[in-house]
């Protein structure tokens, strides 16, 4: 299994993800709204595995500029068609991950990843990436569903018996506390890890974290 793989899979599913519900909408506006109160007007910002789209639409016409990605190109051929529908100042959608972006793309002052950090392969070094792709005291704002803290046979049985058949793609298993350990390794000081959700045991937090 490979980043390529991973890609495939999310090109398989890029339809299917587009027509899907958002599961929890309370909790999604909530994030929506901090996030916004976290960005100014002048605020250059780059989303990571933004999917089709949905949020970046959502959040692009508050900031001065918006760049969405994600590691599938048919999620973001799916995300320039909604695009093309309801066009956004400043918002540009490419495919591409925070490994491959080229370092001349620029500083951002935020770098968005939402339910994104568990699907990485590499942990420790996409954060380093992210810090890199930061500009001084550039905040960092993820969600991130922390497997560790799920149901033992969800994440011991059910995840793995899922992907051996193609259906779930590569999930990293962490705690939340070994995120904050992984954050704070990579260069950056935790300001706020917040409960969104409205189901009290869902393991999805929301951190705010700022580049040292």
């Known amino acids: 299994m490979s980043t390529a793989s991973d890609a495939r899979f999310w090109d398989r599913t890029s339809r299917k993800y587009a027509t899907a519900a958002i ?3 309370v909790g999604y ?3 929506l709204d901090r996030t916004r109160a976290l960005m100014g007007p002048r605020a250059r910002v780059l989303e990571l595995g933004c999917g089709t789209g949905t949020t ?3 959040l692009a016409g508050d900031v001065k500029s918006y760049l969405a990605t994600d ?3 048919e999620m973001i051929a799916i995300a320039e068609v909604k695009h093309a529908v309801d066009p956004k100042p400043g918002l540009s959608f490419r495919t591409a991950t925070a490994e491959t972006l080229e370092p001349g793309v620029g500083q951002f002052d ?3 990843g939402f339910n994104y950090l568990h699907l ?3 942990l420790p070094g996409t954060l380093r990436r992210i810090h890199g792709l930061l500009a001084a005291d550039g905040l960092f704002i993820s969600k991130t569903p922390c497997v560790g803290e799920m149901n033992l046979l969800i994440r011991l049985a059910l995840l793995p018996a899922m992907r ?5 793609p590569y999930a990293n298993v962490f705690r939340v506390a070994e995120l904050s350990q992984f954050l704070s390794a990579a ?3 935790i300001l706020a890890t917040e409960a969104h959700a409205t189901k009290a045991n869902e393991a999805r937090p929301y951190i705010v974290a700022r580049k040292r």
């Open 29 to 31: 506006e909530r994030t």
């Open 120 to 122: 990485v392969r590499d």
């Open 71 to 73: 590691i599938s190109s």
């Open 187 to 189: 260069g950056f000081d």
């Open 56 to 58: 970046a639409l959502l």
């Open 23 to 25: 599961a929890d909408r």
């Open 110 to 112: 935020a770098v968005l």
């Open 164 to 168: 051996a058949i193609g259906k779930a």
